[in-house]
């Protein structure tokens, strides 16, 4: 039977992220997207946290626990409750840490994980998505070649987060027909970093084109040696990961609209009370719990070791049209209010607009 009741402990850390969220995240969420800057304060109190450091081995200073994608659905939702640019931001690490932890060599884990569990934020990222139109995560068109005793990387791909500081980047490449990740280091020979990219939304969440030039990395950096990784199911936990996201800033969506139509007067009344309006809200309620028992089914078969890849592609596309149609009905009821900057809904609507683009990312 299918439960989806949280457990102490998930309760314990949703709350805490929630109480991260409602004190200190919301407050700043405004400026952050105005100055296209986080606070280095609020990313620090995030990353204390601790919610990557349950997966990394005890022996490399983490808490041994098993990998959970239900929890990582539910965290995910929490943050991007409050802010999206700031989720994404603090899940960086994870786009390299967990296909490490869960794929790569011993002489890998130990030289990368340990800081993901340390007290500073790490410079982990990784460079999975493209920026043609017919790009697909198995097959991406950045091609890696076998010369000798090393790989040559060759393509470009786009909005990698915080690629700029970061001193390790998993690339995702085809190699001879297949998809492969590689590990490249800050200081690799063909990597370039192109200025920093400016998009619709997440504006404060910092993203770079990566380019690949016949960037060589010896054989050691294929991520699990001769035996590889299993790049499928990771696009099933950052597909499931990103539905996390999608909930979450769909549910402060709905908040909003919500209790400013419970406030909005109108001839007389509030106008939640008028029956377009009431419509409006109740389905985009009944569009965030559907969303979310999608993204936390495909959460909990992934747990069982089952073939996620279909279930969490259809959570993942009915997440991004469902958080796309309520952040827009979120404007249509502020009205013109809706359209003003000062109000979170407009932003929500420009972020939500990023899910169909920011394939690979939102591991956890």
């Given at each position: ?11 314990l850390v949703v709350e805490t992220i929630r109480r991260f969220v409602n004190e200190r995240v919301v407050k700043t969420r405004h400026d952050s997207d105005e100055s296209r800057q986080l606070p280095a304060n609020l990313v620090k109190e995030g990353w204390g946290l601790g ?115 970061a001193e390790l980047i998993l690339v995702y490449a085809t190699e001879a027909g297949q998809p492969q990740v590689f590990l490249v280091e800050k200081d690799a020979p063909g990597l370039k970093i192109s200025p920093r990219e400016r998009n619709m939304g997440l504006n404060a ?160």
């Amino acid at each position: 039977m299918i439960s989806f009741q949280p457990t102490e402990d998930q309760t314990l850390v949703v709350e805490t992220i929630r109480r991260f969220v409602n004190e200190r995240v919301v407050k700043t969420r405004h400026d952050s997207d105005e100055s296209r800057q986080l606070p280095a304060n609020l990313v620090k109190e995030g990353w204390g946290l601790g919610l990557l450091a349950g997966w990394v081995p005890e022996d490399l200073g983490g808490l041994g626990e098993e990998h959970s994608m239900v929890s990582g659905a539910l965290y995910a939702e929490e943050l991007a409750a409050g802010d999206l640019s700031l989720a994404l931001h603090l899940l960086t690490p994870a786009l390299a840490g967990l296909p490490i932890a869960l794929y790569g060599t011993a002489e890998q884990k130990e030289r990368w994980l340990p800081a993901l569990a340390g007290d500073d934020f790490p410079h982990l990222t990784a460079a999975w998505g493209e920026s043609h139109w017919d790009f697909d995560p198995l097959t991406p068109r950045t091609l890696a070649t076998l010369q000798d005793d090393k790989y040559v990387l060759n393509g470009h791909k786009a909005i990698v987060p915080l690629a700029e500081d970061a001193e390790l980047i998993l690339v995702y490449a085809t190699e001879a027909g297949q998809p492969q990740v590689f590990l490249v280091e800050k200081d690799a020979p063909g990597l370039k970093i192109s200025p920093r990219e400016r998009n619709m939304g997440l504006n404060a969440l910092a993203t770079y084109e990566v380019i690949l030039e016949n960037c060589t990395v010896p054989t050691s950096a294929r991520l699990g040696g001769e035996q590889g990784a299993d790049v499928t199911r990771l696009l099933a936990y950052s597909r499931v990961g990103l539905g996390g996201l999608a909930v979450g800033l769909a549910r402060s969506a709905h908040a909003y609209a919500m209790n400013y139509a419970k406030e909005r007067q109108a001839f007389g009344r509030p106008i939640a009370q008028f029956q377009s309006i009431a419509f409006m809200l109740a389905e985009m309620a009944w569009e965030v719990d559907a969303a979310r028992l999608m993204v936390l089914e495909a959460a909990w078969n992934l747990d069982r070791g089952h073939d996620g890849l279909s279930q969490s592609a259809l959570a993942k596309i009915y997440s991004d049209e469902m958080a796309l149609m309520v952040a827009d009905r979120s404007v249509q009821i502020l009205g013109g209010h809706g359209y003003i900057r000062e109000h979170p809904v407009e932003g929500f609507l420009r972020n939500a607009r990023s899910f169909v683009l920011i394939n690979g990312l939102g591991m956890i």
